[in-house]
């Protein structure tokens, strides 16, 4: 089992500062997990994150999305509540196997307040209440990868683009 003793650490403050009362799950081996990415960084990279979601709740976001009004990017934005100064355009779609059973953090979208767009207007993203997110402590190095942590985790099984709306 990677990280065991999860529920005796510290929850890392990203965690916190995107997640509403976050607790632990643990992941099974074989279970499918999802994260949406960037097809501005280069494909080894674009699963080099801590933040995914279990298969149910990517299900969840397809049924928001809605064909010429919604995109799925822009779905999974509102229901993930992701800023777009955060720099992810969320038009890649990644979904993983988890290798090895895992202990995660968990929790629903932390309210991400006062965007500014260019015009002006401040813009609140509130997240889905039954759309939970994951944060997989000790998986990634931003800008570098995977560790090995993350290698012995998850496999990346399909990456694909995806429809999505910018609002700027």
């Known amino acids: 089992m990677l990280n065991n003793d999860l529920e005796k650490q510290k929850v890392p403050d ?11 799950v643990t992941l099974i081996r074989g279970q499918s997990i999802y994260r949406f990415g960037n097809s501005q960084v280069p494909t080894g990279l674009v ?16 049924a928001n999305a809605q064909p010429g009004k919604i995109s799925t990017g822009f779905a999974a934005r509102i229901s993930l509540a992701v800023k777009q100064s955060w720099r992810n355009p969320m038009d890649m779609l990644v979904r993983a196997i988890v290798l090895e059973d895992i202990k995660v953090f968990c929790g629903v ?17 509130r ?10 402590p000790g998986i990634s190095q931003r800008y570098v990868g995977l560790t ?3 290698r012995r985790a998850i496999q990346v099984v399909e990456i694909q683009r995806i429809d999505t709306f910018q609002l700027w």
């Open 47 to 62: 699963a080099a994150s801590p933040w995914w979601i279990r298969e149910q709740d990517y299900r969840r976001i397809l």
């Open 148 to 150: 090995d942590m993350g």
């Open 14 to 24: 990203d965690a916190v500062k995107a997640l509403r009362t976050p607790y632990v």
């Open 127 to 136: 997240g889905s209440k039954n759309i939970e997110q994951l944060f997989i």
């Open 109 to 125: 979208a932390r309210t991400q307040y006062r965007e500014q767009a260019p015009n002006g207007m401040f813009i609140t993203w």
